[in-house]
C-alpha cells in the first residue's frame, strides 16, 4: 500500500483549504485512513480518521481531535481510492506537516499513530494570521 498526500500551501487564518490522501496498491485493505499533524518542535499528533463501512463502503464513521472538530471534514472518493480533508476556518494554529496514514489491520485505536501500517510523505500547511 503506498500513500501520497497533497493539497497543502499558504493560507490566511479564516481561510479554507482541502488535503487529498490517494491510496494506491492495494486500497481494498485499507480499513481506515488517518491525518496526523507535526508542528516544529511538537510531536506527532492526531487530527481526523476515516473508517471504511466495508467493501462496499457504507456507513463507515468519522473521528476527529477536539481541536479541529465543527471545523474539519472528511471524505472518502471511493471510486478513486482517495480520502480528502477539508480544512475550514483555519487558524495559525493548525500550521504543520500533514501526514496521511492507512491502517489494514482493523485497529480501534484510530488516534494511536503506532497503529498505523503505512504512511504518506507529508505535505506542509501554513497558516498565516
Known amino acids: 500500500v503506498q500513500l501520497q498526500a497533497s493539497g497543502g500551501g499558504l493560507v490566511q487564518a479564516g481561510g479554507s483549504l482541502r488535503l487529498s490522501c490517494a491510496v494506491s496498491?492495494?486500497?481494498?485493505?485499507?480499513?481506515?485512513v488517518g491525518w496526523f499533524r507535526q508542528a516544529p518542535g511538537k510531536e506527532r499528533e492526531f487530527v481526523a480518521a476515516?473508517?471504511?463501512?466495508?467493501?462496499?463502503?457504507?456507513?463507515?464513521?468519522?473521528y476527529f481531535a477536539d481541536s479541529v472538530k465543527g471545523r474539519f471534514t472528511s471524505s472518502r472518493d471511493s471510486a478513486n481510492n482517495i480520502q480528502h480533508l477539508e480544512m475550514n476556518s483555519v487558524k495559525p494554529e493548525d500550521t504543520a506537516v500533514y501526514y496521511c496514514a492507512a491502517d489494514d489491520g482493523g485497529t480501534s485505536d484510530y488516534s494511536r499513530d503506532s497503529e498505523y501500517d503505512y504512511w504518506g510523505q507529508g505535505t506542509q500547511v501554513t497558516v498565516s494570521s
Open positions: 476515516l473508517r471504511r463501512g466495508g467493501v462496499t463502503d457504507v456507513g463507515g464513521s468519522t
Open positions: 496498491g492495494r486500497p481494498f485493505m485499507v480499513l481506515l
